[in-house]
């Protein structure tokens, strides 16, 4: 493990893909937290400060590019690298995550070792 993890925090409605990224991050090394929807990651995140996110799109209550816009407009948020992760893949739906605020934006399915590769680059871009 290493000293001082980096906290990542993952945002999925699907408690199957929640699941598989927790372990797959934690094997990795990273301190995970999770959310369920867009509007408890908001929350989480405005109490947690993870160090980044890796958010769904389509999601109940506050979906991921809602969620994003709000995070990326408040001050306490908006430097926090978002990773939108999802099967949402058209060119139309990948620039709406971009202009939302979104730093990346990966579609699922995914290579995780593209995911940590991603995720490494995006820690060391935000230090």
Do not use: H
């Not at 929350?43 to 994003?68: H, Q, R, S, Y």
């Not at 995550?97 to 820690?123: R, S, V």
């Amino acid at each position: 493990m290493t000293p001082n993890p980096k906290k990542i925090l993952v945002v999925d409605d699907s408690k199957f893909a929640r699941t598989i990224l927790v372990n797959g991050l934690k094997k990795e090394g990273f301190n995970v937290i999770e959310a369920e929807n867009g509007q408890e990651a908001v929350e989480i995140t405005k109490i947690e400060k993870p160090n980044l996110i890796i958010m769904d799109v389509v999601m109940p209550v506050l979906n991921g590019i809602e969620a994003t816009k709000v995070l990326k407009n408040l001050n306490e948020t908006n430097k926090i690298p978002i990773l939108i992760l999802t099967g949402q893949n058209s060119k139309e739906e990948i620039l709406e995550g971009f202009n939302a605020g979104a730093d990346e934006y990966l579609c699922k399915p995914f290579k995780f070792t593209e995911l940590i590769a991603t995720l490494k680059t995006l820690l060391n871009l935000y230090k």
